[in-house]
């Protein structure tokens, strides 16, 4: 057989085996609410990144998804990278009830259109897309899928408004013309299948819509506890809803045509599921023990901080065979014509995996240019691969491994090289030649020739080079230049890291692991809040001290250039030395026996989260018990021990961490708690009467404020009724877990999360913090002179992290319209550190600000600095799950009258320049401050870039530049 008619077998087979038999592909489907992307928790873009570099999804529907530039920010940061740049997305509609989207691998799917369907509420999306595929394509049986994406109105109470949504929804798709392949899903929000909104979806006649998970009154149901979504948390924080994964709010419909294949798209039975939950954390935080052996660690920490949600995924089959390759093997360097008489020995091919993921290469082969079937093989990222048409010789040549193939050498004077997978698909493709403009030295004259990039085109000849690495002379006297199996150009490395754990308690140390790529020669740690702070070994050791969140960046270079990642909020640190307060107890339940319904109740009254992992309860007897495991108080919030986590048969009351080893006496007792290092946090002492109440089948309920003494029988009582976290009927009476009526910790108020920048201090997405090292920067704060006099105590003996900017003044105003929203209106007023992230914290270095208020229209807030011009929320603060939250810096938008600057990288920040505070820039904050302060390397407002030192760069940046400009908050 001729050569020609070898090569030609491999493509023969192929094509037969398409046209006899059936060709199948796979695509993965995932669903998932990113909770008000990117306004909420910023930066989270890394968490979706690890999320879906495990799932590999390749269909994504997003919900609650907040601008374009969180749209751009998923595709650019989470899914194209490492390599990966197949992902596209539809096209964003802005809109005050459009936050949905859809991402697909446009390797295997195009998009046909877009539309969307208007409610009375918040609007559903359509997109068609068509799978891409070979054999398809010849017979014009294109396959088109219709996916809806819905968020439906929350809370209890809104059955009918999410039935209109849902009827909306099916008006339009009973109105269309056959369509194939329907998937609806999204956000639902509801509690059980016996909702209207439920039964509507699949009772729908015309159209039929099919669940392929377990129907049931889902919330707060053990019997269904894995496939539950919401919450990953049971604290508070990144405006997440609370209390554990306990609610199915989200989901997969499709229509009949799914279930059966007809349309040449089948179900993969029981592939459907919640995503990261093993059924095991039912009212638990998705990152509580147990672990979920199945995702690895890291991936649960990313669904943990990524969003309240976890996201819905199922497989489906495709009956076609995808048009193109997935795979990321390249051709990177050619030996086609060694300095060799006769027959050229050294000849090779070398590939490389420019891929994230492993490249197994069993049944690829070349069809043009060698005769070479690869075997049962993989490929790591990263990695080379040799292919040789003489094995020995090059290894005795060169020292590397090589595969051999089996026709002739290359040509001297060029040829197509043609790498083909097991499926017939073209994978790379490169057609050199030996005369300009490819390079000429590689024809015979010792080197070979070299692809130096492989984030470039290897078909473009510009981009190949002459081998610079020289290897041995030959017997001839030529030299040899080559570097088979590594690149000698070198590549620019990929900064990325992980830890050991990313939710710890001050004083537990992490491990950080570099992952980067490309290999990095010189590593440069940050660690806000670490001690060391910083570190430049590859994988640091690194003790966190202080309770807070905090950012974590890592540097990296090589000869060929640097790369930097920047993770924020990614270490969280707890506090298990707070103080707890014992505030109910549960001694004598009457519904069912002591041994099963015992529990109290503690009340964190700080203003930063407690974590009682370590912590002991005992009595004065023989009771005792070391708490072993995250037990989470949050701050302003409760938490309940008891002996019983089963809500089925200890009452009804969600039990936050089960105990052994203690009993509570009916009729007199103890309850004390020690912290790690045996310190005494609390401690009550009762008698069963007279002095404390002692009813059967009623807690006992402190009645005073956190001021009160816990141990004084006059403010405990009886519980006298029976409330809404009992939420099984019983007779039992209390409050578990919550400020009950007869109890007084919880003051009226609010928590509010901030985030703004400065412009002066703002240098790529971050803010210098470099003000906290001079000797006198305030440890109180620095607001009680002209023009505010304000008269809090707010202040510090330590600092809440190192990544303090700067003091910060928060005022709230109770208004109709930030226009309205003048100095009459102010409610409160409050003094805080701004973190170097965007982040306002208090000086407990939480970012959760408490305001004793209560507001009667809308809030806005008012951010002062120093030496920044004043701004103004343009909206009105929003809560959700319980913290109202505002981040300045997304858009212009943001602050009243567009009273912030561009900084140029997609975010904005406050104006720099008003060194004397009046609200306008002008020469009087030059003549009158900056003048008489330049040359000083001091804490003074005439510092406008806030770099410690005054100078020329705070007039010619940061004043000269915003003269005339004022801020726009009302008077």
């Not at 649960?300 to 076609?320: M, T």
């Not at 050498?409 to 017939?424: A, F, M, V, W």
């Not at 305030?778 to 330590?798: C, I, K, L």
Request: hydrophobic letters at 35%; proline letters at 5%.
């Amino acid at each position: 057989m001729s050569n020609i008619s070898r090569k030609l077998l491999p493509l023969l087979l192929i094509i037969i085996s398409i046209s006899t038999q059936a060709q199948y592909d796979t695509l993965r489907l995932m669903y998932y609410n990113v909770l008000d992307f990117p306004i909420s928790d910023p930066g989270r873009e890394a968490r979706f990144r690890t999320i879906n570099q495990f799932v590999k999804a390749d269909i994504l529907c997003i919900t609650e998804l907040k601008s374009a530039e969180g749209a751009n920010l998923i595709l650019n940061d989470a899914l194209n990278i490492y390599g990966i740049d197949y992902y596209q997305m539809a096209t964003y509609i802005t809109g005050d009830f459009s936050e949905n989207l859809i991402y697909f691998n446009s390797n295997k799917l195009g998009l046909v259109s877009q539309d969307v369907i208007y409610t009375s509420l918040r609007d559903i999306n359509e997109y068609v897309l068509y799978y891409k595929s070979v054999d398809l394509a010849v017979t014009q049986d294109t396959v088109y899928f219709y996916f809806y994406i819905a968020h439906l109105k929350a809370s209890q109470g809104f059955e009918q408004e999410r039935l209109d949504e849902v009827n909306d929804f099916l008006t339009h798709l009973n109105g269309l013309s056959n369509p194939e392949n329907v998937f609806f899903g999204g956000d639902f929000n509801l509690y059980g299948s016996s909702e209207p909104a439920y039964q509507a979806i699949i009772n729908n006649s015309q159209v039929n819509l099919n669940d392929p998970l377990t129907s049931g009154e889902w919330h707060n149901n053990p019997t269904y506890s894995d496939i539950h979504t919401q919450s990953t948390r049971t604290v508070d924080f990144g405006n997440g809803s609370t209390g554990g994964l306990d609610d199915r709010f989200d989901f997969i419909f499709f229509t009949d045509d799914v279930n059966s294949g007809s349309q040449k798209v089948k179900y993969i039975p029981n592939s459907c599921k919640a995503f990261g939950n093993d059924g095991n954390h039912l009212n638990l935080d998705l990152i509580d023990p147990p672990s979920n052996p199945e995702v690895p660690d890291s991936v649960i920490q990313a669904l943990y901080y990524g969003s309240d949600h976890l996201p819905v995924i199922c497989d489906l089959r495709v009956e076609a065979l995808s048009a193109v390759s997935n795979s990321k093997m390249m051709i990177t360097e050619i030996m086609y014509n060694p300095p060799e008489a006769g027959l050229d020995s050294m000849e090779f091919i070398e590939l490389y995996n420019g891929g994230a993921l492993p490249e197994n290469l069993e049944g690829f082969y070349f069809e043009q240019g060698i005769d070479f079937t690869f075997p049962a093989m993989s490929v790591n990222p990263g990695e080379f691969l040799v292919l040789a048409l003489n094995a020995d010789a090059v290894n005795n040549t060169f020292g590397v491994t090589a595969l051999q193939w089996t026709s002739e050498g290359l040509s001297n004077s060029g040829e197509l090289l043609l790498l083909k997978d097991n499926y017939g698909r073209t994978v790379d493709s490169v057609n050199y030649l030996d005369v300009a403009p490819w390079p000429t030295a590689p024809d015979g004259n010792g080197p070979s020739l070299m692809f130096c990039d492989p984030e470039l085109d290897n078909s473009d000849p510009a981009n190949w080079a002459a081998s610079a690495n020289f290897v041995t002379v030959n017997s001839n006297g030529d030299s040899i230049y080559a570097s088979p199996g590594f690149n000698e150009c070198g590549l620019t490395p990929v900064a990325d890291f992980t830890a050991s754990i990313t939710t710890i308690t001050a004083g537990e140390i992490v491990t950080f692991t570099d992952l980067s790529l490309n290999d990095p020669t010189q590593w440069n740690w940050t660690f806000n809040g670490g001690t060391p702070s910083t570190s430049s070994i590859q994988n640091p050791v690194i003790t966190y001290n202080t309770s807070g969140s905090y950012l974590v960046s890592l540097a990296v270079s090589n000869d060929f250039g640097s790369d930097t990642e920047i993770r924020i909020d990614y270490i969280v640190v707890i506090d298990n030395s707070g103080s707890l307060i014992i505030t109910e107890v549960m001694n004598n339940p009457a519904d069912i026996t002591d041994a099963n319904g015992e529990w109290f109740e503690v009340f964190n009254p700080g203003n930063a989260p407690v974590d009682m992992d370590g912590w002991t309860i005992k009595d004065d007897g023989t009771d005792i018990h070391i708490i072993s495991g995250s037990v989470i108080v949050p701050a302003k919030g409760f938490a309940v021990l008891g002996i019983n986590s089963n809500t089925g048969s200890n009452g009804g009351f969600t039990c936050d961490y089960q105990y052994t080893g203690i009993y509570l006496g009916n009729s007199g007792d103890e309850i004390e708690l020690l912290r790690p290092d045996n310190s005494q946090v609390d401690k009550i002492l009762w008698d069963g009467g007279p002095s404390w109440p002692d009813l059967n089948g009623a807690s006992m309920v402190f009645t005073g404020t956190t001021l009160d003494d816990n141990n004084d029988p006059v403010l405990w009582t009886a519980a006298s009724l029976r409330e809404e976290t009992y939420p099984i009927s019983g007779l039992d009476l209390g409050s578990p877990g919550t400020n009950g009526s007869e109890q007084n910790l919880v003051t009226p108020g609010i928590y509010i999360n901030l985030h703004v920048f400065l412009e002066g201090a703002y240098n790529l997405g971050s803010m210098n913090s470099v003000l906290i090292g001079l000797d006198d920067f305030p440890y109180v704060q620095p607001y009680n002179v002209s023009p505010w006099f304000y008269t809090g105590s707010e202040g510090v003996t330590a600092l809440p992290g190192v990544n303090i900017v700067d003091w910060i003044l928060v005022e709230i105003r109770d208004a109709f319209s930030a226009a309205t929203a003048t100095s009459l209106t102010i409610l409160a007023t409050q003094a805080a550190f701004l973190r170097s992230d965007g982040t306002i914290i208090n000086t407990e270095g939480s970012p959760d600000l408490f305001f004793d208020i209560s507001p009667t229209q809308q809030l806005f807030v008012v951010i002062h600095h120093r030496n920044h011009l004043s701004v103004i929320s343009a909206m009105p603060i929003v809560e959700s799950g319980g913290t109202y939250s505002y981040d300045f810096t997304t858009s212009d938008l943001q602050a009243y009258n567009y009273g912030q600057i561009d900084l140029g990288d997609g975010n904005y920040g406050m104006i720099s320049g008003d060194a004397n505070a009046d609200g306008t820039v002008d020469i009087m904050d030059k003549n009158d401050n900056w003048e008489l302060k330049v040359g000083n390397i001091i804490y003074n407002r005439a510092d406008l870039n806030l770099d410690a030192e005054i100078n020329n760069e705070d007039k010619n940046e940061c004043w000269y530049p915003n003269r005339g400009l004022g801020s726009q908050v009302p008077d």
